[in-house]
Nanobody, 120 residues
Framework: QVQVVESGGGLVQPGGSLRLSCTAS????????MIWYRQPPGKEREFVAA???????NYADSAKGRFTIYSDFAKNKVFLQMNSLNPEDTAVYYC??????????????WGQGTLVTVSS
């Protein structure tokens, strides 16, 4: 069994910062990469940022210059540092792990999400 759990969400004022964490646990042979998505109220889920095991990163245009994704794959963790937050960043943030539970298998698994609310 593999689980993915996000944490670090909460209420923050416009212009503030938050750091989200995502941890994969269970039977894991290796991690290929981890991706952050978000789903604003009443909207569809959208890509935010991704990082591969090799450290290659990719960002949505809305995240460039404000968000930073980084990892500690030795601990099966990925983080999303979010700065200069604005109300449009309000959303449930989800983490998806692309990993190998065993050497010859692949799995994509989602976390349950963590709510980020940007409001004064």
């Amino acid at each position: 069994q593999v689980q993915v759990v996000e944490s670090g969400g909460g209420l923050v004022q416009p212009g503030g910062s938050l750091r989200l964490s995502c941890t994969a646990s269970g039977t894991i042979f290796s991690i290929n990469g981890m991706i952050w998505y978000r789903q604003p109220p009443g909207k569809e889920r959208e890509f935010v940022a991704a990082i591969t095991y090799g450290g290659v990163t990719n960002y949505a245009d809305s995240a460039k210059g404000r968000f930073t994704i980084y990892s500690d794959f030795a601990k099966n963790k990925v983080f999303l540092q979010m700065n200069s937050l604005n109300p449009e960043d309000t959303a449930v943030y989800y983490c998806k792990a692309n990993l190998k539970p065993r050497k010859w298998s692949n799995l994509e698994i989602w976390g349950q999400g963590t709510l980020v609310t940007v409001s004064s």
